[in-house]
């Protein structure tokens, strides 16, 4: 069974950010990692890959014209084949085949930003996707910056409560939109010491079938060293569920 993780991280210009995503490969045995949130300059992109993934490991960014890359991801070429199909700023999205069989999928990696202009930019973006692969299987993983409901929101502040709603509006579209239906979904939080406020994040996943069967080779996966934030949704809209590493 092969195995692919996301990570939602910042700080990864630390030394020690980077062998915790390390770390994590090697002890889950991962294939494929998605690493979002990196806020990597260019001339730090290289010397943070070669501490963040195996050497054996080919890799691939989302840089294009703004200050940073935000996604990165990492796979194992003994297992899969990887070939870019867009890049945004807020999105990579690359078609994966599996080198000992003829399945494949899409695989759309996510950082979202905060505004709601940006964001309306990615559900484009995403909507894009969807219409030039309609019949595709399709994963998608990373942080949207967003809820499904606004009633999943943890907590936080009421004048805030219009954008969540927008938000949520457009997910809800957007699952509409692709057909996909929720499976799975966990909450985690963290405390902001300072101000003992709770804080929430989404981290999705979403997967789309084309075929009953094209993806059960595969195991999702996360592991949450030290205290950091996730929220992670997994959604698909065929009837058979593939193995979660839960």
Same mark, same amino acid.
């Given at each position: 069974?092969?195995?692919?993780?996301?990570?939602?991280?910042?700080?990864?210009?630390?030394?020690?950010? =980077?062998?915790?995503?390390? @770390?994590?490969?090697?002890?889950?045995?991962?294939?494929?990692?998605?690493?979002?949130?990196?806020?990597?300059?260019?001339?730090?992109?290289?010397?943070?890959?070669?501490?963040?993934?195996?050497?054996?490991?080919?890799?691939?960014?989302?840089?294009?014209?703004?200050?940073?890359?935000?996604?990165?991801?990492?796979?194992?070429?003994?297992?899969?084949?990887?070939?870019?199909?867009?890049?945004?700023?807020?999105? *990579?999205?690359?078609?994966?085949?599996?080198? =000992? @069989?003829?399945?494949?999928?899409?695989?759309?990696?996510?950082?979202?930003?905060?505004?709601?202009?940006?964001?309306?930019?990615?559900? =484009?973006?995403?909507?894009?996707? /969807?219409?030039?692969?309609?019949? @595709?299987?399709?994963?998608q993983m990373g942080d949207f910056n967003t809820v499904r409901l606004s009633s999943e929101r943890l907590v936080g502040p009421i004048k805030?409560?219009?954008?969540?709603?927008?938000?949520?509006?457009?997910?809800?579209?957007?699952? $509409?939109?692709?057909?996909?239906?929720?499976?799975?979904? *966990?909450?985690?939080?963290?405390?902001? =010491?300072? @101000?003992?406020?709770?804080? &929430?994040?989404?981290?999705?996943?979403?997967? /789309?079938?084309?075929?009953? &069967?094209?993806?059960?080779? *595969?195991?999702?996966?996360?592991? $949450?060293?030290?205290?950091?934030?996730?929220?992670?949704?997994?959604?698909?809209?065929?009837?058979?569920?593939?193995?979660?590493?839960?």
């Amino acid at each position: 069974m092969v195995k692919i993780g996301a990570w939602n991280i910042r700080g990864l210009n630390d030394p020690l950010k =980077q062998k915790e995503v390390r @770390s994590i490969i090697f002890s889950n045995k991962f294939s494929l990692m998605g690493v979002v949130e990196t806020k990597l300059r260019l001339p730090n992109i290289q010397a943070t890959v070669t501490n963040c993934f195996p050497k054996d490991w080919l890799w691939m960014d989302n840089f294009t014209n703004g200050p940073v890359a935000r996604i990165l991801l990492g796979w194992d070429t003994d297992v899969f084949s990887v070939h870019l199909e867009f890049k945004y700023e807020q999105i *990579l999205v690359v078609k994966v085949e599996l080198c =000992q @069989s003829n399945k494949s999928f899409l695989l759309s990696v996510v950082y979202g930003h905060n505004g709601i202009i940006d964001l309306r930019a990615l559900w =484009q973006d995403l909507r894009a996707v /969807h219409q030039s692969h309609p019949n @595709s299987a399709w994963l998608q993983m990373g942080d949207f910056n967003t809820v499904r409901l606004s009633s999943e929101r943890l907590v936080g502040p009421i004048k805030g409560e219009g954008q969540v709603t927008i938000r949520a509006n457009w997910i809800k579209s957007f699952l $509409i939109l692709t057909g996909l239906i929720l499976f799975h979904m *966990l909450k985690l939080c963290f405390y902001l =010491q300072a @101000s003992l406020t709770i804080v &929430s994040y989404l981290l999705l996943w979403f997967l /789309h079938l084309e075929e009953e &069967s094209h993806l059960n080779f *595969l195991t999702f996966g996360y592991n $949450i060293p030290g205290f950091n934030k996730f929220w992670f949704l997994l959604g698909m809209r065929e009837w058979r569920v593939p193995q979660c590493m839960f």
